[in-house]
Structure formats: structure tokens, C-alpha cells
């Protein structure tokens, strides 16, 4: 069991493992995560397997890199644990049993004689000491006062307020891990969605994209009711960088798009020799229109947002109507006469194929969409464990690096008849030149009324 | 007048700062240092003005695309610079450090930073943007400073060695404890800035505080890096040669962070 705790109290542990989890967090960031199989085969050949087997590709999540932190929190706890209880002593309970040896051997020390008894330097010293806002211990002997004067003590706990912190904040990412889960919820106005593992449902009451004035989007805008049973509970506008919490569940703002199942489609059919005489309709894929003047009938079959032909097939690039295209086709007492594809950004690239001659055209004006929202939402038990510990960490932070602790020993011993012999030094880890300035200031006005 | 004069006189009165200060460490006169510091004071103040007027002509904070933040990083740099000077009166850091500046404004500068000031996405509206980024630069501009007086420290050292160190020279004793200084100063820093707020900021934008993004990553690498100067140093009392290697290590993670990320690595964090 000592063994055991002797090696998790190790710093030289805690320094292999930041070295390990330093260089695994490098091979992460270059190894791209969580593709697919095919990827990594076309991209690391052979390797490709046991990258997978090792679970270099999704490495942050790897039993591995899950056990190096366990380890790594173990450490820090233990580290911390085993150093508290001395220091605790130190500072609650410190030895004032100095020995003139000891002090003399310090790097920033002085022994030197005053002609005052023992009780007046004491009490010099102790102003002094209290004027550059020193506390005070102090034991006494036969002859003999030993001092300890101290600043700023409860900055030797900083480190350990860190580490605390750190644990906490590993606690809440194993929380979040284990606890948390995430889902996209696409939503569109008006309609009214059920939400997993929770009684209340979410609806959108609306939906705004802004823009600046460069026409790059500016902010997305979600009306969003919460309905627990049949009522609404609460109503929010959420967007983003602003969302909405409810019972733990978050909601957040995270994208937006168009429903292209079921878009309105405003469609011209032009008699090329009059163009005066065409038909404006509005069109939902399915329907069929009649066109009386000539006698037809047409139909819009199929409708691509971002039209691209890959392979001979015709597909969307994206989801965004960058290059919106409608597939009509055309009827004449039943029989199809004609059919193709009409782009709404270049009308006239429409090729319509038929068997006859055709004296008529079609353009794709207009297109309507409903616009949903893109809504995140998010359930993490662990995130107030996160902040906690960030508060701890910083905490600790500051009190390593700016709350120096520091303190200086002295032993006044009465020498002969009215004589004082002052024995002095002063340590600090973290602020040395603070402290020379403080003990030789403290020395100064010691002598000065030799 | 417009915010990119101003930013072509800052560039102009840091490199005559440079050169001042390159003269004084030839000549050795502590004049031209005392000229150089006080150019390098007035480009500081002129700088200013400028990131002040890009915020007002802009209407929102100076540092959301690559010049913006190249041009808030030095200034972040030379401010650094200006603390350390002041309290540590450490002159021959000045011209390396100045150098360093001009490097990063001459990058700023370059063509092929984009610097219109283009509305923000829609993830960048927040005063997090504020908080996260000036923060995290100050941070770095402090590690900045303990990489240039890390390497002062490598260079003093053999010469000390070597016996062939010249008079006036800073000990390298002292580049050593500023080093450390810096380095803590710009650790709780770069805590505060670069994880805390950006964890509390990430979870308000995008629903998670820690997505293991590569930039998210790296600025963990970089932390863990100082984790090691300061464990090292204060529990195992290393000292000198090593310390300076490990806060050299720890700049350029940061410097990779910064830069390489968002030139090699895809993720999230795709605004500069």
C-alpha cells in the first residue's frame, strides 16, 4: 500500500504523464478524428487498421487516453493529499523551536548585537514587524524569544487550490461523459416537437434570419414556447450566443435551412412567339397546371436547390439554393411531350427535350421555402461541476503566483547585562527580492537604534 | 486620417524604436535605449489610438480576423514588454523583443491578410469575444517576453561558461528568475483567457465547453507545457538551461496555437 502511494505521490510521475498526455493531444490534433473506415484506408494505407485497433482516431475518447487522465487525476490527488498535512502543520501549528545553526545557514540571515535588554528589542521588533503588516508567533524560554513573523501564509495552499480545482473539473468531464447528450432538432414555424427524456415538448413560434448590409447573415432568430402538458410554460427568443435553459435542457441556436420537400415554385410558361401571352403560376411538385392557349399540361416532377450533375445524375451540392433547377415535364392530350430541366439563375440554359418542335418555354422565377431552424439541444450534468472548478483553479491561481507567502525567524537572546543578541533569516520561495527588501527594511530600523 | 495611417506610424516608430535600440547594444550608449523606449512608448500610445478607432469604425472588437489580432498581439506584446521594462529595467531584451513586434506587424501588414473590417458571424456577437481573446493575447505576449529573455538566458549562460561573457551583460541568473516572472504572470493569464473563458464562451455558442477542436487542443498542449516549467522549477527546483528550454517550447505552442492551427489544422475555430 506505502509503495503504492509513494509512486502516485510522485512529481515525477505527474511530469511523465503530462508528457504522455501532452504528446497524445499532439497526435490527436494530426490525425484527423472520428472519420470513417474508407478515409482513413485511403489515407494511411495499411497503417489505417491499427490506428483504428488503438483508437488513434478517436483518441480523446480512447480507453487509453481515458486511463492516462484517471492516472493523472489520481496523481494530482494523491500528490496533494500526502503534501497537505505538513503543510497544514506549517501553517496552523509551525515549529518556533529555532536553532541558531539552522538560521545562520539560511541564504538571507543576519546575527547581530543590540544594546537594549531583551524585552525592549522584543517589543522594537514586534513594531516593527507589525508596521510591514508581519503576524506574529512567538515562544518563549529561559533568555531566550524565538519569533516567527509571517505574510501572506494561506498562499502556500494555492497549488493545492489548483489541484483541487483540477479534480473537480475532471470530475465534471466525467459527468458530462457519461451524463451529458446532445441533439439537432430541426424545426419549422409553428410546428411543435416532443423532447427526449423530458415531459415537456418544444414548439417555434418563429423564425428570423438578419442580415447585415454586405448581405452576409447577421443572426438567426428562434421564437421558441415551452409546453409542459397542454400550456405554455415559457417563451424565449433565442439566437446565437443566447440559449435558452429549461429544467436542464439547453437550447441553443446553432443552424438554419430550407424544408425542400414541399417548396412553392413560381414557374412562367412563355409562348416564345408572344411572350405576351404567358402563364404565371405558383406550383408545388406534383401538381399539374393546364395551359388552355396551347393546350397543354405541365408539371413540376422534381426540385434540386443546389443543381450539379455528378456521375450523369443530377444531385445538390448543398442544401442552400445556390443553383435552384425544377424538372418539368409536359403534356398534350396525355401524352408527354416534352420534359427537362429549367434553372432559375440562367433562364436561358433551359433545355427542354422533345419530340417535336416546340414553340413554348418555361422559366423558374421564384421559390419559396419554408425555413426551419437548426436548434441544438443539449442536457450536460457536468457543467456546473466545470465552473466550480474552474473558480477553484483560478482561486488557487492567483494565490500561488500573488499571494506570496513569506516569513522570517528570529531568535533575540539576552546576551550579557542589557544586551541583546538578534539572530534573524528570512525565506521565501516565490518572492524573494520582496522579502530581502522587507528583512533588510526590518534590519535597518533594528540597527538604527543601536 | 484613418485607422490604417495610424497603424503604418505605429510600424514606422517601432522599427526607429528597433533601430535605437540595435544602436544601443552596439555602442552601448544608454541613451539611444532611453530614445528607443520612449519611441517605443509613443508607437504604443499611437497604436492604441488606432485598435480604439478600428472598434468605433468597425463596432466591435479589434481582433476577429488575423490582422486584427496580429495587430492586438503586438500591441499586447509591446505593453508586456513595457511592464517588464519598467520593473525589471532589463534594456537588452528591448531590441530582440522590438524585433519580435515588427515581425508580427510586418505579417499584419502583408497582402495577404485580408483588412477590411467585415460584419461578424454570427458566433463571434458576444462580449466574450472581449473577454477570451484580449486575455489569451495578453497571456502570450507575457510567455512572448519569457521566450525572448529564455533564449537571452541560453546565450548568457555559455558565454558565462565560456568565461567570455561582456561587461555590462545581464547575469544570466537574473533572465533566468524574469523568465519565470513572465511566465507567471502570463500563466494565470492565459488560464483565464485562453481556457476558462473560452470553455465558458464555447458552451454558450455552441452548447459544449470542451469539444476537443485542434485550437481547443493546443492551447491545452500549451498549458500543459508551462504546467511542466512551473512543476519542474518549483517542486523539482530545476533551474536555468532546462527551465529556459521548456518556456521556449511553451511560446511556440502557443505561437502554434495562434498561427498553425488555423493554417494546417481544420476544426471549429475557424476565425482567426
Known amino acids: ?30 490525425i484527423p478524428q472520428m472519420r470513417g473506415a474508407e478515409e482513413y484506408a485511403a489515407r494511411y494505407g495499411q497503417l489505417s487498421e491499427l490506428l483504428i485497433r488503438l483508437e488513434f482516431t478517436e483518441l480523446y475518447h480512447s480507453w487509453w487516453f481515458i486511463a492516462f487522465l484517471f492516472l493523472f487525476a489520481l496523481n494530482i490527488l494523491i500528490c496533494t493529499l500526502t503534501r497537505l498535512s505538513p503543510k497544514l502543520r506549517r501553517t496552523f501549528n509551525p515549529n518556533l523551536e529555532f536553532k541558531t545553526e539552522t538560521l545562520l545557514a539560511s541564504k538571507i540571515q543576519e546575527r547581530f548585537e ?27 524560554k529561559a533568555g531566550e524569544i524565538h519569533l516567527l513573523a509571517r505574510k501572506k501564509i494561506l498562499g502556500i495552499f494555492g497549488s493545492d487550490i489548483v489541484h483541487l480545482g483540477l479534480l473537480v473539473i475532471l470530475i465534471g468531464g466525467i459527468i458530462s461523459g457519461f451524463g451529458g447528450f446532445r441533439t439537432n432538432i430541426n424545426i419549422s414555424e409553428g410546428e411543435t416537437v416532443p423532447i427526449l427524456d423530458a415531459d415537456f415538448k418544444l414548439k417555434l413560434d418563429k423564425f428570423e434570419t438578419e442580415y447585415h448590409p454586405n448581405g452576409s447573415v447577421k443572426d438567426w432568430i428562434s421564437t421558441l414556447t415551452i409546453i409542459e402538458g397542454e400550456s405554455p410554460r415559457l417563451t424565449k427568443t433565442i439566437e446565437v450566443n443566447h440559449p435558452l435553459s429549461y429544467k436542464g435542457h439547453v437550447f441553443y441556436q446553432s443552424s438554419y435551412g430550407w424544408d425542400w420537400q414541399n417548396p412553392l415554385l ?16 405558383y406550383l408545388r411538385l406534383g401538381e399539374k397546371e393546364n395551359w388552355e392557349e396551347e393546350n397543354l399540361e405541365f408539371t413540376a416532377v422534381r426540385f434540386i436547390p443546389d443543381f450539379i450533375i455528378d456521375g450523369n445524375q443530377p444531385r445538390t451540392r448543398s442544401l442552400n439554393p445556390n443553383n435552384p433547377a425544377v424538372f418539368i415535364e409536359v403534356f398534350r392530350g396525355g401524352e408527354r411531350i416534352s420534359s427537362g430541366w429549367i434553372f432559375s439563375k440562367f433562364p436561358d440554359f433551359s433545355q427542354m427535350h422533345s419530340g417535336e418542335e416546340s414553340n413554348f418555354k418555361f422559366e423558374l422565377k421564384d421559390i419559396q421555402a419554408a425555413q426551419y431552424s437548426g436548434i441544438q439541444m443539449s442536457r450536460d450534468p457536468g457543467v456546473n461541476f466545470i465552473w466550480l472548478g474552474c473558480a477553484f483553479m483560478m482561486l488557487g491561481l492567483f494565490m500561488a503566483f500573488y499571494w506570496p507567502p513569506r516569513d522570517i525567524r528570529f531568535i533575540l537572546a539576552e546576551t550579557e547585562e542589557g544586551k541583546t543578541e538578534i539572530v534573524s533569516a528570512g525565506r521565501s520561495i516565490k518572492s524573494k527580492l520582496t522579502l530581502e527588501s522587507e528583512f533588510n527594511r526590518v534590519m535597518t530600523s533594528l540597527r538604527s537604534s543601536k | 486620417m484613418t485607422e490604417s495611417t495610424l497603424f503604418l506610424i505605429t510600424f514606422i516608430l517601432y522599427i526607429a524604436a528597433a533601430l535605437f535600440y540595435l544602436g544601443y547594444l552596439f555602442t552601448k550608449k544608454e541613451g539611444a535605449a532611453k530614445t528607443g523606449l520612449s519611441i517605443a512608448l509613443i508607437g504604443f500610445i499611437i497604436h492604441t489610438l488606432a485598435l480604439v478607432w478600428r472598434t468605433i469604425e468597425s463596432g466591435h472588437a479589434p481582433f476577429t480576423n488575423m490582422y486584427e489580432s496580429l495587430s492586438f498581439l503586438a500591441w499586447s506584446g509591446v505593453l508586456a514588454y513595457i511592464i517588464i521594462e519598467y520593473k525589471y529595467k532589463i534594456r537588452k531584451a528591448g531590441p530582440y523583443l522590438m524585433l519580435i513586434v515588427i515581425g508580427i506587424m510586418a505579417l499584419a501588414s502583408s497582402p495577404l491578410m485580408p483588412k477590411e473590417a467585415s460584419p461578424l458571424v454570427p458566433a463571434l456577437q458576444s462580449y466574450w469575444l472581449w473577454l477570451h481573446v484580449s486575455v489569451t493575447l495578453l497571456g502570450e505576449a507575457f510567455f512572448a517576453v519569457a521566450f525572448v529573455t529564455s533564449i537571452m538566458y541560453l546565450v ?63 492551447s491545452l498542449i500549451t498549458w500543459f507545457v508551462f504546467a511542466l516549467y512551473l512543476h519542474t522549477r518549483i517542486v523539482m527546483g530545476w533551474k536555468g538551461r532546462r527551465s529556459a528550454i521548456i518556456a521556449i517550447l511553451g511560446f511556440l505552442a502557443a505561437l502554434f496555437t495562434y498561427f498553425g492551427v488555423n493554417y494546417l489544422l481544420a476544426g471549429l475555430h475557424s476565425y482567426a
Do not use: N
Open chain 1, 266 to 281: 413560381e414557374i412562367w410558361a412563355i409562348e416564345t412567339s408572344d411572350p405576351s401571352s404567358s402563364k404565371k403560376t
Open chain 1, 114 to 140: 543590540k544594546s537594549r535588554t531583551l524585552p525592549e528589542s522584543e517589543t522594537e521588533l514586534k513594531k516593527t514587524l507589525r508596521s510591514l503588516h508581519f503576524q506574529v508567533k512567538e515562544h518563549r
Open chain 2, 156 to 218: 548568457a549562460d555559455s558565454r558565462e561558461k565560456k568565461g567570455i561573457s561582456k561587461q555590462g551583460a545581464i547575469s544570466s541568473e537574473k533572465l533566468d528568475s524574469i523568465s519565470y516572472r513572465c511566465v507567471a504572470v502570463g500563466f494565470p493569464l492565459f488560464t483565464l483567457g485562453g481556457l476558462v473563458f473560452g470553455m465558458v464562451w464555447a458552451y454558450k455558442a455552441w452548447g459544449s465547453y470542451w469539444s476537443w477542436d485542434p485550437k481547443e487542443v493546443w
Open chain 1, 1 to 30: 500500500m506505502k509503495s503504492i502511494i509513494d509512486f502516485f505521490s510522485s512529481v515525477k510521475l505527474a511530469i511523465f504523464l503530462i508528457i504522455i498526455l501532452t504528446l497524445a493531444s499532439i497526435v490527436g490534433t494530426l
